[in-house]
């Protein structure tokens, strides 16, 4: 079988949840694949898992641990397809992923990129939530001026457009999908977002920690970004620890983001107050928790308000540098 895209799945110390992202894999309704794992040098039974699966479509390649960002760029160097499926190792895909993303990249060639709205999950797998994106190129555009606009793991892009843009930054640990986001829509790429949760993303309080140290370099990275290849020089080497205080206060903190998005109140409200017990200084948890009371309509407009106001100052600062 000649494959007509490359699923690529970067793995560290995944053994608790690898087989279920596999699975998730070979059962997509789309079958003319090829599947590249990289061991990013696990010191658990990850590759005994791994070889749980007698699929040809699977491409096992062992590495000397070395970081998401390099994995990555090997798997690359190795797919024999133009359409590029990303996949973290303790997610899943629902069936008909690959079938839809596939449709709208080979039936619109203008686009680069195309992720997918994606639930939330703990690490039992428990849904906490569905975060939904714009789904249009310019409103995609406008949010990277600020944060994130994709989940790595539910992007399909073309190699081509990647190859044109140099690939990911071995520079960066982390966020090396952000700057890769802001390096292609410098170039031109045009993006798109599936609206239907195609992804299942699982978050920990060790990864909510960590999201908050990637939010605080975005705007290193997304400068860093815009700059010509020769005067680049931002890197991100480490990941500071957070401690166990904080990273809880963070965690119940984005349950309880994530339980008002839905509507939960009183799920959200405690998830707060939790938050707020763990740290009393988290001002964000106290302010949301008062918008619990407000009318979801009252809600949206101050949030609203706010992310106008964020994008305003983001803009004239980068006018203004």
């Known amino acids: 079988m000649t494959p007509k895209l490359t699923v690529i799945m970067s793995a560290y110390n995944s053994s608790d949840t690898i087989q279920r992202a596999i699975s998730s894999i070979l059962s997509q309704s789309f079958s003319e694949f090829e599947l590249i794992i990289l061991n990013d040098g696990s010191t658990d039974d990850t ?6 699966f007698l ?24 797919a024999r397809t133009n359409f590029i499926f990303r996949h973290d190792s303790d997610d899943w895909s629902e069936p008909s992923r690959f079938t839809t993303q596939m449709a709208l990249l080979t039936e619109n ?12 999950v703990d690490s039992a797998g428990e849904y906490l939530g569905c975060k939904r994106i714009p789904t249009d190129d310019a409103s995609l555009k406008r949010m990277l001026r600020w944060r994130n606009s994709f989940c790595h793991g539910s992007v399909a892009m073309r190699k081509s457009t990647i190859d044109q843009v140099g690939k990911y930054n071995e520079s960066l640990l982390f966020s090396q999908d952000y700057d890769l986001w802001v390096r ?26 960590k999201g908050w140290h990637k939010l605080a370099n975005q705007e290193h990275i997304r400068q860093n970004a815009l700059l010509p290849i020769s005067q680049r020089n931002y890197s991100i080497s480490e990941i500071p620890t957070t401690g166990s205080r904080r990273t809880n206060s963070l965690w119940y903190y984005a349950l309880g983001s994530l339980a008002l998005d839905e509507g939960r109140r009183l799920r959200a409200t405690r998830n707060f107050l939790r938050s707020l017990m763990k740290d009393p200084f988290e001002w964000r948890a106290l302010l949301k928790m ?4 407000l009318p979801r309509s009252a809600r949206n407009m101050i949030f609203g308000s706010v992310k106008r106001w964020k994008e305003s100052v983001r803009d004239d600062h980068s006018k203004k540098s």
């Open 184 to 209: 292609l829509a410098s170039a031109g790429v045009k993006f798109a977002c599936v609206p239907e949760a195609l992804y299942n993303y699982s978050i920990s309080p060790d990864s909510i920690a």
């Open 55 to 78: 699929d040809e479509r699977i491409k096992y390649f062992a590495l000397d641990h070395s970081g998401l960002t390099k994995a990555l760029n090997f798997g690359l160097s190795k």
């Open 47 to 52: 590759e005994t898992k791994i070889f749980t």
């Open 290 to 293: 008062g918008t619990t009371l």
């Open 109 to 120: 060639p203008q686009l680069g990129v195309v992720a997918s709205w994606h639930n939330v």
